[in-house]
């Protein structure tokens, strides 16, 4: 299986602050991976596909990048609505496995 | 609007089965993969069972295989997943998911109902 590595487990910020998120596969996965963010009692939200495609209503400020082992989830301006956790996750192979999560606090 | 609904959930003793249903609506069921993922209290994200849109193929992760069972209707727009012998471990919030097509990530998530193993 894929292993799926986050760094920072938590993070540590204010509004307004620039935020990136590391994730790093156990191989090659190309391009496919994705981001969801997940808010307490809430179901997971996509926000990014194949590394570094929007998903439609994702604002501007969240953008993926990346390719092969590492990619990263940058947040360009912190906004009260970004606190929450993010996971990574892979689709190159199956079965699918994510990041353990990286909380915004 | 498009969404997804599971229902099902609840307290089921070890050994014991029970049957989550996933009702979709908003959108042609049928050209998708649907999936079951799930989270353990206070803990990731762990995907438990994909079927493909005609529901010729699924699969499964090792922690599962050999007791849960995915399932299709689509004349009913639904998915379903059979739990048999079911064990503490399995306790968690169990999503539905739809694919974004049959990619591999999930695009539209339901709210989730919560399956209690416990004696």
């Known amino acids: 299986d894929i292993q799926m590595t986050q760094s920072p487990s938590t993070l540590s910020a204010s509004v307004g602050d620039r935020v990136t998120i590391t994730c790093r596969a156990s191989?090659?996965?190309?391009?496919?991976l994705a981001w969801y963010q997940q808010k307490p009692g809430k179901a997971p939200k996509l926000l990014i596909y194949?590394?570094?495609t929007l998903e439609s209503g994702v604002p501007r400020r969240i953008s993926g990048s990346g390719s092969g082992t590492e990619f990263t989830l940058t947040i360009s301006s912190l906004q009260p609505d970004d606190f929450a956790t993010y996971y990574c996750?892979?689709?190159?192979?199956?079965?699918?496995?994510f990041g353990q999560g990286t909380k915004v606090e | 609007q498009e969404q997804v609904a599971e229902s099902g959930g609840g307290v089921v003793q070890p050994g014991r089965s029970l049957r989550l249903s996933c009702a979709a609506s908003?959108?042609?069921?049928?050209?998708?993969?649907m999936h079951w993922v799930r989270q353990a209290p206070g803990k990731g994200l762990e995907w438990v069972a994909e079927?493909?849109?005609?529901?010729?193929?699924?699969h499964y992760a090792d922690s599962v295989k050999g007791r849960f069972t995915i399932s299709r209707d689509n004349p009913k727009d639904a998915v379903y997943l059979q739990m048999n012998s079911v064990r503490r471990e399995d306790t968690a919030v169990y999503y539905c998911?739809?694919?974004?097509?049959?990619?591999?990530?999930?695009?539209?998530w339901g709210q989730g109902t919560l399956v209690a193993v416990s004696s």
């Open positions: 998911a739809r694919d974004a097509g049959e990619q591999g990530f999930f695009q539209l």
């Open positions: 996750q892979q689709y190159e192979t199956s079965p699918w496995t």
């Open positions: 194949r590394a570094s």
């Open positions: 908003g959108f042609t069921f049928s050209g998708y993969a």
């Open positions: 079927i493909s849109h005609d529901g010729h193929n699924s």
């Open positions: 191989q090659s996965i190309r391009s496919w």
